[in-house]
Antibody
């Protein structure tokens, strides 16, 4: 199993960003996928998940209405579209495989929100 | 949201010691609890899921127990490589939530 995140960058408050997670070495369309983030020096925060077909999603209150999770099973890819970014969104963002617990994680991609 | 509270926040123990970390949920979560180990600069590693099921490949010195609101992670004989931060995570109610972490240091 391999998960590789990309798209992290320095962005100004109020800006937008799209993170990607490229999955390989497993049947991507069989699994729920999740985004989890970790602010610098802080703990883990679950932020969103998406069902295997993409038909069901759920979000943490801290990102609801600003972030959108999506997937393209034909491309074995997971996405996180982030709008209205705030300083408190600064974190390493991980994609992880699974619905309830996460045995496989990517290496993370850093999003920094600062003017 | 369900609050997950870990104790202690940090612990220092010697090689060979038995170490226990507790996680308390603000409401019952049945057995929907997982434990992770995270070393600096790396992604978390799943140790235990469903409160007490050992993830494949995880050493048997790690064990988990509990249900509803009170859970424990036990390391039966501490090894140097166990120095890390440990997190619990509930998956009973959205949004899923993590504990604040327990930093384990080796004396």
């Amino acid at each position: 199993v391999q998960l590789v995140e990309s798209g992290g960058d320095l962005v100004k408050p109020g800006g937008s960003l799209r993170l990607s997670c490229a999955a390989s070495r497993f049947i991507f369309s069989d699994y729920y996928m999740t985004w989890i983030r970790q602010a610098p020096g802080k703990g883990l925060e679950w932020i969103s998940y998406i069902s295997d077909t993409g038909g069901y999603t759920n979000y943490a209150d801290s990102v609801k209405g600003r972030f959108t999770i999506s997937r393209d099973n034909a491309k074995n890819s997971l996405y996180l579209h982030m709008n209205g970014l705030r300083g408190e969104d600064t974190a390493v963002y991980y994609c992880a495989r699974g619905q309830y617990s996460y045995a496989y994680w990517g290496q993370g991609t850093l999003v920094t929100v600062s003017s | 949201d369900i609050q997950m509270t870990q104790s202690p926040s940090s612990v220092s123990a010697s090689v060979g010691d038995r170490v226990t970390i507790t996680c308390r949920a603000s409401q019952g979560i049945r057995s929907w609890l997982a434990w992770y180990q995270q070393k600096p600069g790396t992604a978390p590693k799943l140790l235990i899921y469903a409160a007490s099921t050992l993830q494949t490949g995880v050493p048997s010195r790690f064990s988990g127990s509990g249900s509803e609101t009170d859970f424990t992670l036990t390391i039966s004989s501490l090894q140097p490589e166990d120095s890390a931060t440990y997190y619990c995570q509930q998956a009973n109610n959205f949004p899923y939530t993590f504990g604040q972490g327990t930093k384990l240091e080796i004396k």
